[in-house]
């Protein structure tokens, strides 16, 4: 047990040393990137749960009519 926390530990501090070993314009380039993703995301993201509660909507208007 001692073992699995010890590298636990040691993974954990080498996590912080290589994050902090990265380039500003890499850091940069990889936020900009990721928010164009996001950007870019969003009309799929409105369409997709547009489109359910449409459905929803239609199946519950169906079941009451008949």
């Known amino acids: 047990m001692k073992k699995i926390v010890a590298v636990f530990g040691l993974s954990?501090?080498?996590t912080g040393v290589a994050n902090a070993a990265l380039p500003?314009?890499?850091d940069t380039s990889?936020?900009?990137d990721a928010?164009?993703?996001i950007d870019k995301g969003?009309?799929?993201l409105i369409a997709i749960?547009?489109?359910m509660l449409?459905?929803?909507l239609f199946k519950r208007v169906g079941n009451?009519?008949?």
């Open 30 to 32: 990889i936020t900009t």
């Open 49 to 51: 749960f547009g489109g």
């Open 12 to 14: 954990v501090g080498l």
């Open 64 to 66: 009451k009519v008949t």
């Open 42 to 44: 969003w009309p799929l």
């Open 24 to 26: 500003a314009v890499i």
């Open 35 to 37: 928010l164009a993703l």
């Open 54 to 56: 449409f459905m929803r």
